[in-house]
C-alpha cells in the first residue's frame, strides 16, 4: 500500500522561506518519478515541479529560481525547498508518486 504523508507547511511572511518533506512508503522508491503539486482556494490542482529518479527536475515558471525540489533514496524522502515566499504560493501542497499517488497534503500560507 503507497503512502505518501507531507509535512512542514506553515504561515510565513512574504519572502520568508520553508521546506516541505514528504515520507514515502510502499513503493521502491529510489526508482520512481516524484512530484510536488499545488491547489490554491477556488483553483486547479498545478505542478509545481518534478524529479526522475536520476535527479533531473522540472519547474513550473512560477517557481523557478526560487524552489528547489531534490530526493533522499536512502531515507525514501522527497523535499521542496521554498524560497522568497509569495502571497500566491499559498496554497496545499501535495506530494506525488504517479497516477493516483497522492499525499494528504500540507497547508502553505505566505502573508503579505
Known amino acids: 500500500q503507497v503512502q505518501l504523508v507531507e509535512s512542514g507547511g506553515g504561515l510565513v511572511q512574504a519572502g520568508g522561506s520553508l521546506r516541505l518533506s514528504c515520507a514515502a512508503s510502499?513503493?521502491?522508491?529510489?526508482?520512481?518519478?516524484m512530484a510536488w503539486y499545488r491547489q490554491a482556494p477556488g483553483k486547479a490542482r498545478e505542478l509545481v515541479a518534478t524529479?526522475?529518479?536520476?535527479?533531473?527536475?522540472t519547474y513550473a515558471d512560477s517557481v523557478k529560481g526560487r524552489f528547489t525540489i531534490s530526493r533522499d533514496n536512502a531515507k525514501n524522502a522527497l523535499y521542496l525547498q521554498m524560497n522568497s515566499l509569495k502571497p500566491e504560493d499559498t496554497a496545499v501542497y501535495y506530494c506525488?508518486?504517479?497516477?493516483?499517488?497522492w499525499g494528504q497534503g500540507t497547508q502553505v500560507t505566505v502573508s503579505s
Open positions: 510502499g513503493i521502491i522508491f529510489s526508482i520512481n518519478g
Open positions: 506525488n508518486a504517479g497516477v493516483n499517488r
Open positions: 524529479i526522475t529518479s536520476g535527479g533531473t527536475t
